[in-house]
């Protein structure tokens, strides 16, 4: 087949166009946006938010007795209890006995600190 002197030409003159913005090369973008609904309760944007998907294993050789484990933050100094959506699922945490939690200075997650020098009631 051959080519004629008018569709060399309008090659060549694409080149060119292509040349003067800034390169032969061509790249195409494409963008997929993917529709997820909004977290609509406290609950769904709480367990959207947690860091880790799934909860760390309990170690088996942890023995709390007849009282399930606790989930110490160790950033926080929080505790979580088995029915928190943070339980086993914070970064830098592991399973503590609630009793040997309290007596490593953790509080319940949620329950306010009181900081040295802070009023312990609210002002009006």
């Known amino acids: ?10 090659a060549a003159a694409a080149i060119v166009a292509l040349a003067a913005c800034g390169g032969s090369k061509t790249t ?6 993917i529709a997820s609904a ?3 309760t406290e609950a769904q944007r709480e367990q959207s938010a947690l860091p880790m998907a799934a909860a760390t ?18 950033n926080t100094k929080a505790y979580h ?8 699922k914070t ?3 592991k ?8 007596a490593d200075g953790y509080h319940a997650a949620g329950a ?5 020098g802070a009023s312990a009631t609210a002002s009006p």
């Open 1 to 10: 087949m051959t080519t004629t002197i008018p569709t060399r030409l309008l």
């Open 28 to 33: 195409t973008s494409t963008t997929t946006t």
């Open 38 to 40: 909004a977290p609509t």
């Open 57 to 74: 294993a309990i170690p088996k050789d942890l023995n709390c007795g007849a009282v399930k484990p606790v989930w110490v933050n160790l």
């Open 81 to 88: 209890t088995s029915d928190d959506p943070y339980y086993g």
């Open 91 to 93: 970064k830098n945490g």
């Open 95 to 102: 399973y503590e006995c609630p009793s040997a939690a309290v």
């Open 112 to 116: 306010g600190r009181h900081h040295k």
